[in-house]
């Protein structure tokens, strides 16, 4: 894993896999979560598929920069002040992405992204479209008020107070998965403790989920700006979410000319092992609506 200087004050951790002359799939993480939230084996699938994959810590996430300063939460207040109400919106969060790419030297990439990084993708497809080949939206949604609203079970784990501690900060996360999570077979709590436990070494930051969260709010209803995506576009969602609701994802296929909807049964707010290959390949598929060669890198790439 390396870091790379934004030169906006940013700084971002990320990590590229596979081969330099592969189409690339931005893999973009969702609320607080990290790089490595994206499961070395669902990485693997896709270089495996002929993609290289370019995973990062968005700010205030992981190994990037954390921004200390800032107006207090108050969910409210970012409602009503919009971007003078927070620290950063998401539309900033897709300027970093954009910048990742620059300073890497990619031109443009296959973008998927979960929840919060779902948006932040959407966003990158609005405000850069130059650098976006195909977009996949998973367990996410548009923005507006009345799309995919969370049940009052799930806000109630996004609103609690954090864990102070590594044990308790992992069984309170399998307890929130069990509100969250998948259903059925899907369930695979040893998978959950793993990742968990791995979250909380590399580093978790309470204050700035909280300050993703204002920037979720602030950053208002895309639904309008959508109409003008153009590119090859899947959104994926599972029957049971209750953090991001299935109308979310239908909202967000509704709202995008062409897209395609896959809806996975029993699968929350999460992608476990047992449906990974089934997501990677209505990934690889959708980027494959392209034109051959239509993620690549510009000339003097470091890789």
Known sequence: MERVDLGTGIELCYELLGAPEDPVVVLIAGLGRQLIGWDDAFCQLLVNDG???LRFDNRDAGLSTHLEDGPPFDLAEARRGGRDAVTYTLEDMADDTAGLLDALGIEHGHLVGTSMGGMIAQTLAIRHPPRVRSLCSIMSTTGADDAGRSTPEAMAVVMQRPATDRDAYVSTELAN?????SRGTLVDEA??????????????????????IMAIVASGDRTAALAGVTVPTLVIHGDVDPLVTLPGGE?????IPGAELLVIPNMGHEIPPAVQPVIVGAIAANARR?????ASRAEGSHR
């Open 290 to 294: 392209t034109a051959p060669g239509s």
């Open 51 to 53: 993609f290289s994959v």
């Open 177 to 181: 998965s069990a509100v969250i999570g």
């Open 191 to 212: 998978w959950r403790r793993r990742r968990f436990e791995s979250f909380y070494d590399r580093g978790v930051d309470p204050a700035g989920t909280a300050r993703q």
């Open 251 to 255: 909202a967000t296929a509704r709202a």
